[in-house]
């Protein structure tokens, strides 16, 4: 079975400073993962996924993270922070060949002035 | 990108009535949708997997009755939740993969049972 830990519920930054999101997964297979963002009251929007390949993905918004098989980690990172990146985030794996996502518990983004 | 279109974003109801969530895919063919519930300040639980021209599949613990839903085209899938009690208010989103390359999600619908 797959899973994901995202380390803490909440993560709290100054505008400009660098963001580090965290995920760790567990998969059997070769994981597709992903990060998405929800803003209040919507739904999700993709910021990057991993597939196959290189292993630095970049996304939209400045984001990127990176995928490490050892750690079996996918972080996310962003240089700066900017106060429009205040919202909730998921990590999320999903089994290759099949389309069911396994989510996170979500980190919620907080960024001060 | 490709769409997913769910309607209405926000709905109230009375306890014991019946809800229509709608879930379209705008410019792809889904025959595979999903839908999950949000509780406030929680991740994604998936309900149910919606099959087009087939019964949905249900997660344990989810009340096939109690949500109903039916995908009958490659662009339209729905959520019922019949005999709605307080304790359905919830955050309902449904999502659609394009290509099997990308999920796209709905806005969402804010369920609220008075």
């Known amino acids: 079975a797959q899973s994901v830990t995202q380390l803490g519920s909440h993560v709290s930054v100054s505008e400009g400073a660098l963001v580090l999101l965290r995920c760790n997964y567990s998969?059997?297979?070769?994981?597709?993962l992903f990060w998405y963002v929800q803003y209040p009251n919507q739904g999700l929007q993709l910021l990057l996924k991993?597939?196959?390949?290189?292993?630095l993905v970049k996304g939209i918004n400045g984001f990127e993270a990176e995928f490490k098989k050892s750690e079996t980690s996918f972080h996310l990172t962003k240089p700066s922070a900017h106060m429009s990146d205040a919202a909730e985030y998921f990590c999320?794996?999903?089994?290759?060949?099949?389309?069911?996502?396994?989510f996170g518990t979500g980190t919620r983004l907080l960024v001060s002035p | 990108g490709a769409v997913v279109s769910q309607h209405p974003s926000r709905v109230i109801c009375k306890s014991g009535t019946s809800v229509k969530i709608e879930c379209r895919s705008l410019?792809?063919?889904?025959?595979?949708m999903f839908w999950y519930r949000q509780f406030p300040k929680k991740s994604l639980m998936l309900m149910a997997t919606?099959?087009?021209?087939?019964?949905?599949?249900?997660e344990q613990g989810v009340e096939k009755d109690k949500f109903l839903i039916n995908h009958a085209s490659l662009t339209l899938s729905t959520l019922t939740v019949t005999s709605a009690h307080p304790e359905d208010s919830s955050f309902y989103i449904c999502?659609?993969?394009?290509?099997?390359?990308?999920?796209?999600f709905g806005q969402g619908t804010r369920l609220t049972v008075v």
């Open positions: 999320a794996v999903r089994r290759t060949g099949f389309q069911k996502l396994v």
């Open positions: 999502s659609a993969w394009d290509r099997d390359t990308e999920a796209f």
């Open positions: 919606s099959n087009e021209g087939s019964k949905a599949t249900y």
């Open positions: 998969s059997s297979v070769p994981p597709y």
């Open positions: 991993y597939t196959t390949g290189a292993t």
């Open positions: 410019d792809f063919q889904a025959t595979t």
